[in-house]
Each structure stands twice: as C-alpha cells, then as structure tokens.
C-alpha cells in the first residue's frame, strides 16, 4: 500500500520538475544576439498610422458572443441526433427542454435589439 503511494509522490514530483527542466534547457541553448528589433514591443507586426485608440461598437462582440454561445449549443445538440433512436421519452423531452431554452434566448437577444447590425 505504501508503495503505491511512493510511486504516485514520485509522478508527482517528476511531472512538477518537468516543465522547469525544459524551460531551464530552453533558457540555456536559446540564441543571446538581442538587436532593437528584437526588443521592441510587437503588436501585430504592422506600424500603425494614425490614433491607435479607436473605439468599436460593444454590439459587435455582443453579436460575436451570441454566435459563439448558440454554435456551441448547436454542438450539444449533435449527441441527440446521433443517438434519437435509442434514447427514451426523458431524454427526448430533455433535449425538446434544450431547444427551448436555446428559443428563448434567441428571442430575448432579438428583442433587446442585439441581433441589429448597425
């Protein structure tokens, strides 16, 4: 019983000096030629023209969230339609419970104009 454990605290601190023995290696046989290029701040590789700090419309990521929530709902739904034919009544009207839910969310977030591009 004992030894089980002892091969479980030895997982353990291997699998915890593992990542700084790579890190330690990379840090070691990294390249050391830093140059002003190397050391400026990179933000998409392009200089900008202009003011950098323009505002976007909130409704943009609004509408870019409601699309991530419901194609990832759209996911879950997959599962149900493989398997239709062998679930029974609970898990039909479970999934009928889903879809409903998913209605109305999609109904609220076109009511509170979110749907609306501008």
Do not use: H
């Amino acid at each position: 019983m004992l030894s089980e454990y002892g091969f479980i605290a030895a997982l353990g601190i291997i699998a915890f000096i593992f990542p700084f023995v790579g890190v330690g290696v990379a840090w070691l046989l990294r390249p050391k030629r830093p140059d002003p290029i190397k050391n400026s701040i990179y933000e998409c590789g392009v200089e900008t023209i202009g003011d950098t700090w323009v505002q976007f419309r909130a409704q943009y990521y609004l509408f870019a969230l409601i699309f991530v929530i419901f194609d990832i709902e759209a996911i879950f739904l997959f599962p149900f339609a493989v398997a239709f034919n062998q679930l029974g009544l609970f898990a039909v009207v479970e999934a009928f419970v889903f879809i409903l839910i998913l209605i109305l969310g999609l109904v609220y977030a076109w009511r509170k104009g979110a749907l609306e591009w501008q």
